[in-house]
Structure formats: C-alpha cells, structure tokens
C-alpha cells in the first residue's frame, strides 16, 4: 500500500461512522465534499476499484494508452467518467432530471452551476464552449429542418489525461478534511434492521456501522444494486436503457459541429418505429476503446487533450423500455450484449457503414482499404445486425441517414460501426427531495442508483444527498437538544 493510501485508510476500524458513502465516483465523492464541511461528521468512502494513480493503464513506456486493455475504466476513484473524455454537460436536463428529482427549476441550475464551481477548485480548465450564438441557431435550424432536435449546451473540457490530476486534488482534499477511504474493497450487503439502514457488510464478513449510508456505487455497481433491492424489498422502478453502436469517422466530418459544440447532443424519433435515438458522448479527434464487463465486452469512446487522433467518435444509442411480460431492462441488455460478444469471440464487432447497408460482414480485407483506420484494435469485423435486434439495426441506420443531412458524410461507407455500445442505468430508486430512500437513513444517488447518467447530474445529485443528510442530522441534534 502506497503512502496516500496509507494516509487515506489508516483510521478505518470497525467502530463505525456517521456516513459510509459506497462508491467513489461522482456522487459520492461530491457528497463526500458537501458532508465534510460538517467537521464533526465521521465518513468513509469504500469502493471496490484502485486508487486514482493506479488505474491508468500502463504500457512498458509508462505512459497512458488508449490502445491497452481497459484495466480500471469502469470503478475506482472518480468513477467510470474519469476515463470517458472528461466533458461536463452544464445543463440539468442532459444526463438525467433534476428539476423533477428537486421539485425547483432553480434550485437544478444552481446545482449544476455548483458542480461546475467545484471542478473549477480542483483544477478544470475555465473556458467554457457556450451554447449560443448564429452557429447554434444554424445547427438547431438545420435538425429541426429534418424533423431531429439539437441541444444548446454549454460545456466544460477536462479531458481524460487531465481528469486523473483534477480528481486526485479532490481525493487529496477530502482526506485533508478527514474523509476516510477504503478502496479495492467490496461491500457485500446493506445492514438493515427493521426497516433502518444501520451500516454495510463487507465481502470479508465484515460488519462496519453507520447512521446513515449513501448508496452510490457507479454504473459497474447496477447488478449489485438491483440484487440489494429486492433482498430489502427497497422501493423501486425498472428504467429505460440504451443500446447502439459507436460510430467513428473522420474528425474532418465532424469537426464543423464539435468546433461549435464539443460534445453535440442530436435527438431523433424514427419513422418506421416512432423510436428515440440519440448521439452522445462524442469524442473530438478521439479513441475508441473497450469496457470489460464479467460476462461481455461493449464499448465507449475517449479524447484527450496531449493527444490526437485523426477520427472522432461517438456513441449512437436507441431507448429501449419494455412492459410485459418483462420490465427488466437491464437484464434484456445485457443478454443483447452478451450475444454481440458471442458474435464477436469475445471482442466487440466492427463493421463497415457500406457493408452493414449491403447486408454482408467486413473482413479484414476490407477493413485494410478502408478510408478510416479503426483506433480500436482489438476488434473481430463482422456483422453488427447478427448481433444487434433487428429493429435497433433498423433505428440505427435510419437515425444515421437522418443525422447525415445534418452533418454531411456520416453514413459514408467507410463509416465504422462498433457494437455493442450499451449504457446501464440501473434500477431508479425511488427518493425524496432528500434523496432518502423507503429504508429509513439509507440514501441514494448516481448513475447505480438510476438517478443520473452522467459526470455533473451524478455530481448534482451526491450533493442533494448529503444536504439530505445534513438536514436530517440537525433535526435529530435539535430534538435532542444538543443545538
């Protein structure tokens, strides 16, 4: 164990605490933030991934490559957006709700206005790419010409070879102000008695008491959750999810619209299935890379800001909700997911725009003559719709063509297509304005918990949890008259 970890972890005992934040992503670590300002508050951060240092993966030159197996994308300090272009999205309404989460338009623009306040602390480049202007007005004009929406958004750039130095001055700060953390470590279960949240189980058997817990462990945490919801019977709802592809051209095609908005937000409905499909996470000059799951590989996109590459990427997703006879999104996913690396040996698929419209695979001969050169290597071409469910191919292709009138060349034939892209949002649990949970001292928060699904409503919604927490807190003090 390394001396920052040493220091980080030496005051973890059994003798419990006042709040265990599970997850040390976004949520909890803003959380984490919001509650430390409460000197006397005891708290311990756990999770299951590496400190921030240790999870960049390493090649004989020591160096960050994208090109290397994932390693610890998805969990450990900073959670999975440390690793996913570091692009903040300023507006409350992009990656989840929280004007309906808390019942204020308001009060969602100041926790947005709040995050983005904190990133700035800890080292977030100031500019800022503005949602306005003739070039906005032209792109919305343009979608809308073809029956498509175009989000204003104004953003923030970290990058992901610069996220890693801003989240470590955040760790730094929280352990600075007393906030414990125990990583690489995996919380087994919920210690619930008679309807109140008491602590959490180790996966070593041990028991750690808390007063309260903030459930936020990460998108890589949603089969867990889903498994502590229906043990403690915790009130809860079954959420849309989102499947599709990455889509990788050249940065040239892109660039017009990225150059305006780094991180465009494209919403289309499809005619033949009234379908919602919609761009994100887009990666200017980018890299493609994996996201290893237990059982499947998907993908995700990456850009950085010391490197280049000369195709930009981003994720073209299809909102799937079911009814009956089954509501489980997440398990109907994962099984597509599961299939797609079947197809794929254990890789994701690759296939070429041109083929895919031609109803044939790509091989690696035609991969070689391609005009854009795959910065994802490790890949099996094949063919995306033996992987995929007809009718999200389907959405696929006519969202693209759609996408295409708006920005010319997109669906070239040399277009590549990576599947699967697959984003979990968990089961929502349902919360209070205080972000409580139906068990009584047990809160929640982030993408795990299927209340946001990105970096700054993840953010937004840790720190609507600890005010929840705070609040609470006072009124015990108060009615034991110790304010």
């Known amino acids: 164990m390394d001396t920052e970890n040493q220091s980080s972890e030496k005051n973890v005992t059994n003798s419990g605490y006042d709040v265990i934040i599970i997850g040390a992503g976004p949520a909890g670590m ?23 240092e240790k999870r960049l993966c390493q090649m004989k030159t020591h160096t960050y490559c994208m090109h290397c197996i994932p390693c610890d994308i998805m969990c450990g300090v900073g959670g999975c957006g440390t690793f996913s272009d570091g692009t903040l999205n300023l507006r409350p309404d992009v990656g989840g709700d929280l004007a309906a989460l808390t019942g204020d338009h308001i009060k969602a623009w100041e926790l947005v206005e709040k995050v983005d306040k904190i990133f700035l602390e800890f080292g977030a480049p100031r500019g800022v790419l503005l949602a306005e202007g003739p070039d906005i007005e032209e792109l919305k004009r343009r979608a809308a010409s073809v029956g ?78 889903s498994e ?83 195709n930009t990427n981003f994720a073209f997703l299809v909102r799937v909700e079911l009814t009956e006879p089954i509501e489980n999104t997440t398990k109907y996913a994962r099984s597509i997911a599961k299939l797609a690396t079947t197809i794929g040996g254990g890789k994701p698929v690759l296939q070429r725009m041109g083929d895919l419209r031609r109803g044939r695979r790509s091989t690696k001969e035609r991969l070689v003559k391609n005009l854009v050169v795959n910065t994802l290597k490790d890949v099996t071409p094949g063919d995306i719709s033996m992987a995929l469910p007809h009718r999200i ?82 009124t015990k003090k108060e009615s034991k008259g110790e304010i």
């Open 393 to 474: 191919v389907m959405d696929i292709i006519e969202g693209l063509e759609t996408l295409n009138e708006i920005i010319p060349g997109v669906t070239s034939d040399s277009t590549l297509l990576y599947a699967p892209e697959v984003k979990f949002y968990a089961m929502h649990l349902n919360v209070d304005r205080q972000m409580e949970t139906s068990i009584k001292n047990l809160f929640a928060a982030g993408d795990g918990a299927g209340l946001s699904r990105d970096i700054v409503n993840a953010a937004a919604t840790g720190i609507m949890a600890a005010e929840g927490i705070i609040k609470k807190e006072k």
């Open 228 to 310: 502590v919801i229906e043990k403690h019977r915790i009130e809860a709802r079954y959420d849309g999810i989102d499947i599709g592809v990455r889509v990788e051209v050249p940065a040239i095609i892109m660039d017009p619209v990225t150059k305006i908005n780094r991180d465009p937000k494209f919403h289309i409905q499809t005619r033949r299935y009234d379908d919602f499909v919609r761009t994100f996470c887009t990666n200017k000059h980018g890299f493609v890379v994996k996201e290893e799951y237990d059982d499947f590989i998907a993908t995700n996109g990456h850009s950085l800001t010391n490197l280049e590459s000369e």
């Open 148 to 225: 498509a929406r175009f989000l204003e958004i104004k953003q923030r750039h970290i990058g992901s070879d610069n996220a890693p130095t801003v989240i470590g001055r955040f760790k730094q700060d929280l352990i600075n102000k007393g906030v414990n953390f125990m990583l690489e470590t995996e919380v087994k279960d919920l210690l619930i008695e008679e309807g109140i949240s008491k602590g959490v189980v180790l996966s070593d058997g041990r028991l750690i008491p808390a007063h309260y817990v903030l459930l936020s462990p990460g998108r890589r945490g949603c089969d867990w959750v």
């Open 30 to 52: 803003f959380a984490a933030y919001e509650l430390a300002a409460i000197h006397s508050l005891k708290i311990l951060i756990v999770d299951m991934g590496r400190d921030i």
